[in-house]
């Protein structure tokens, strides 16, 4: 097994890039072990319907990160205080499924640092009945990775702050994420310590009994794949919020001049059905302002593009542009 | 473990159906066994063309998530879209109800290729 240091990059998509480079382009025969933390992000399962997950105000106000993983599962809210930690390994057919090896090692270094955790249900580590760790896998090729996160010292107010409060406004088929109780590790720890010496204590557990630390340095020409996979897939819209399985969009809201009910059909990222409905008063037929949200990108920047030279009084009334396209988030 | 005499079977899994110069493709008892519990399956849409040993799909059990890999290349004519509401079909019917894609063969010696069912069972029982 060899480690990959990734430099204290925070940027999840540069990390996630680095994962599943190890995965499918370095040593095939070779296990990776590596470390991330970040600066706040969402993450949202492989199979999520990203705009559900997320609270899209507080994100975009908050510079809040979102990104999907490969792996499947609920939607998860880190930052620096997390350290997620990936095996990158062959998938020999007894590894693929198995949590308690790939968090066995992790288990053991908590317990010693005084940290009752234990694995529960299929896949999450929890101390007093409270988690401090979800885990997901991804196997291609026969390759896969094994990850979780480890909330080491997570802004707890801002889980739920930056997760979607009112998930009624979605209808998608997609993985729905399970809210679960939650706690940070270092409130249970015997001695405190920071989230690097923590890196260092898990790095010693999980090396155990091997010389030092076998490390796997990156070179320029895996930077160079790293960064290009970052911006092909995970800095990429249409990985990130175009690959939500189909769903509906129902929003409503009360203007001055009225109620706006809006429903879209978004398949594959682009609004395939678009209704308006409401009291608001204006002159110009709304069917003209559906007809120009069909085949557009869920997307306020993409949907202001396609609304720029309409005339907004005269379909909307008192209600602007920039209004119409904010109440569709 | 349920493995039909009639069917073909690839090295990841699938099985493979002849109809009528087209063919229907899903995953085994087998797979869907080490799976566990599918929670959503992604699938291409009619159309697209699929490509042997690449990646067509991926299926999301409660464990993990794998890539599914298309036994012979080909344009898919039909997708099961009942998986969208269903995916635990790939676990109650993996032969029958949870057929996954029919497609239009490109290649007719691709599925020569494939193991029969005898081949299949001896492959599954040295892993």
């Known amino acids: 097994m060899k480690y990959i240091n990734n430099q204290d990059i925070m940027d999840i998509t540069i990390n996630f890039a680095i994962e ?58 880190n930052d620096e205080g997390d350290l997620s930690f990936s095996f990158i390994t062959k998938d020999d057919g007894s590894s693929f499924n198995n949590y308690k090896k790939f968090t066995e090692p992790v288990v053991r270094a908590l ?9 529960l249900g299929r896949n999450d580590l929890l101390v007093d009945g409270k ?21 080491f010292d997570v ?11 009112d998930p009624e406004k979605y209808l998608s088929k997609g993985i729905k994420s399970v809210r679960s109780r939650v706690t940070n590790i270092r409130d249970h720890l015997k001695e405190d310590m920071d989230i690097h010496q923590f890196k260092e204590m898990l790095l010693q557990y999980i090396f155990e009994g091997e010389k030092g630390i076998p490390e796997y340095k990156l070179t320029e020409k895996d930077w160079k794949r790293i960064m290009e996979i970052a911006e092909k897939r995970y800095r990429n819209w249409d990985w990130v919020y175009g690959k939500s399985p189909e769903f509906n969009v129902k929003q409503t809201k009360r203007f001055p001049s009225g109620k706006v009910d809006v429903r879209l059909e978004v398949k594959k990222g682009l609004i395939e059905q678009a209704a308006i409905f409401g009291d608001f008063f204006a002159v110009g037929d709304i069917h003209d302002i559906e007809k120009r949200l069909v085949g557009v990108k869920y997307k306020r920047e993409d949907l202001m593009d396609a609304l720029t030279d309409i ?19 | 473990m349920n493995i039909p005499k009639e069917l073909k079977y690839s090295e990841e899994h699938e099985w493979v159906k002849v109809e009528d110069g ?18 959503f399956v992604e699938l291409p849409e009619a159309g697209d063309e699929v490509e042997a040993d690449e990646p067509f799909g991926s299926v999301e059990s409660v464990k993990t998530v794998s890539e599914l890999y298309a036994p012979i290349s080909g344009k898919v004519l039909e997708v099961n879209e009942d998986l969208d509401d269903s995916p635990e079909f790939v676990n109650e019917s ?17 599925i020569e290729k494939l193991m029969d069912a005898d081949a299949y069972e001896k492959m599954i029982s040295e892993e």
């Open chain 1, 311 to 329: 005339d907004a009084s005269y379909y909307l009334g008192k209600i602007s542009k920039e209004e119409f396209v904010n109440m569709l988030f």
């Open chain 2, 22 to 39: 087209k063919v229907r493709i899903g995953i085994t008892d087998f797979a869907q066994d080490e799976l566990g519990d599918i929670v």
């Open chain 1, 155 to 165: 802004n707890l107010d801002n889980v739920a702050k930056a997760l979607n409060p």
């Open chain 1, 20 to 77: 599943e480079y190890a995965l499918t382009e370095l040593d095939i025969n070779e296990t990776y072990l590596l470390f991330y933390s970040m600066t706040p992000t969402v993450i949202v399962g492989k199979n999520q319907n990203t705009v559900e997950e997320i609270n899209m105000d507080y994100v975009r106000e908050n510079n809040v990160t979102v990104c999907r993983r490969l792996s499947g599962g609920g939607a998860v809210y």
């Open chain 1, 131 to 151: 988690k401090i760790s979800g885990n997901a896998q991804f196997s291609t090729r026969g390759r896969m990775f094994s990850h979780g996160t480890l909330m």
């Open chain 2, 94 to 110: 993996p032969y029958e109800k949870a057929w996954m894609i029919v497609v239009e063969p490109s290649d007719e010696s691709e």
């Open chain 1, 111 to 119: 317990r010693n640092m005084g940290v009752n955790a234990e694995l």
